[in-house]
């Protein structure tokens, strides 16, 4: 594997996990303002190992079990981080699996935020379908629809992976909505401050799904995963702990994030259905993406 890729990878990693979690983040650090400094420095250590290990290192093993269930999940894990030629050779085949569901699953968390959250405009064209939430379901219906019809012409499996894909999305939505709502509870809140970093860190495995899902855009390298992911938990951490005000200055940041992952899910989706994206695109885009809508941001602050 070049080295200027695999530095490109992680990089394009760290940024997707920052700015797909920069909302958590902001909640996160609402809550944190009312805990001690020496509970900050536990969050900041002790929940970013489990953040890095035990959500961002073994989900993505999980994810890819869950397309190859004969491998088991100990051979599974044993085989990514050894190098195994077989395992390789088993992912590498379901690998159109994997990407249809989780493309689906990416292109569906768009719509719902293009068609139903609240959002600072960022581009012509986000009002107007802002105000017409009532479509998304349709949308995303027929978006489906189509995409099984020509799934189940190459594979029933492969059909089936798509469902899976809409299903999990509206499955971690439901968790999210309810999980956000809690977790601004905890703001006025009196609970101690071992209870309130342990609620964060389970409200951290669920808002972590959109990134490790991503991260299949830009290589199915579990090492790289993590290390990639991992850096960009631990930057995002030491922003929620000590200068979050002045990310949320730059306020189209989410508008970045979400139309990066649209791009990445329809990359994934192209790719299950044979059409191979060059190894760097999934990087560039991202960058570029969240490039244009963080200039757009600073010179707002500027003006």
Known sequence: MD???????????????????????????????????????????????????????????????LA???LGLIGVFLGVFSNNPQIAKAINETSPLLLLGGGVFLVFLFFNWLFLESKNYGLKGEKFFHSQGAWFFAIVSALLSIIVWFALKIDPMLAFAAVVGSTAFFIIHGFRQYAEVQERKLIQGNMSDISKIAYLEVLDTTFSIDGVIGAFAFTFSIPLIIVGNG???????????????????????????????????TIMILDSFGFHMP????????FATVGYFFFKSKAEIIS
């Open 231 to 265: 850096l960009g938990a631990f930057i995002l951490r030491k922003l929620t702990v000590s200068n979050i005000e002045r990310i949320k200055k730059y306020k189209y940041l989410k508008n970045g994030a979400m139309y990066s992952i649209l791009f990445l899910g």
């Open 279 to 286: 190894v760097w695109i999934s990087p560039v885009i991202a």
């Open 68 to 70: 190859n269930p004969n």
């Open 3 to 65: 080295f200027g890729f695999i530095i490109l990878t992680i990089l394009g990693l760290s940024l997707f996990e920052i700015i797909t979690s920069v909302d958590n983040a902001i909640i996160n650090a609402e809550v944190l303002r009312g805990m001690t400094q020496r509970a900050r420095r536990w969050f900041l250590l002790w929940g970013f190992l489990f953040a890095v290990f035990a959500v961002r290192g073994l989900l993505p093993v999980f994810i890819v079990w």
